[in-house]
């Protein structure tokens, strides 16, 4: 099918246009070249990291519920078994090679939900796969996760900023206010 859809392109999709159909032929074989790259392997640089090779996948796209130190849901992108413990990846897809606090808090979230649903030990550092989104490069970037006291911390915080309890205070960087989704209705303004 793809074939006669590529013949028929390639003749000037019967119009007599030869131009045009070069012009879409070669388009096309753009195209399929890109789709081609998309179909490799999307997470090649998992098998990079010694410590993933040794280790099984034990969860792909999985929801732990915990309701005790708090109540807590996360979807885990990837966690794996080495023997000793598990280890969490995290899957993004962004421009930039770097892993972000938040993504180390987002991971350490997953780490206390996991734990305490699996009743397994679960490693104090984990993974972030950054996959370029138009070169499909990858960068698997270790990163150290915060303890489950500072998790727990960061959730009260939050139940206080919620219920009106605490001011948010101003961030460290000037640039996160310029980004931040609340800046309009934000009382602490420079």
């Not at 969860?59 to 109540?71: M, N, S």
Request: glycine share 4%; charged share 25%; with cysteine.
């Amino acid at each position: 099918m793809i074939s006669f859809i590529f013949r028929s392109i390639r003749h000037g999709l019967g119009l007599g246009i030869p131009s045009l159909g070069a012009r879409i032929w070669t388009f096309m074989v753009k195209l399929l070249c890109i789709a081609q790259r998309f179909r490799s392997e999307p997470y090649a640089s998992l098998k990079s990291s010694s410590e993933l090779t040794q280790s099984k996948l034990l969860f792909a796209e999985q929801t732990f519920v915990i309701r005790r130190p708090f109540k807590l849901a996360v979807r885990v992108d990837r966690v794996y078994d080495n023997g000793a413990s598990l280890i969490l990846v995290e899957l993004k897809t962004r421009s930039r090679r770097a892993a972000y606090e938040t993504d180390v808090i987002e991971l350490s979230a997953q780490r206390v939900a996991v734990m305490h649903s699996t009743k397994r030990n679960v490693s104090e550092h984990g993974y972030v796969l950054v996959l370029h989104p138009f070169s499909r490069k990858q960068s698997l970037l270790r990163v150290t996760l915060l303890s489950e006291q500072s998790v727990i911390a960061l959730a009260n915080r939050r139940e206080h900023l919620l219920d009106g309890l605490v001011d948010p205070g101003r961030p460290t960087e000037h640039a996160r206010c310029q980004r931040c989704e609340y800046r309009i209705d934000c009382k602490i303004r420079k």
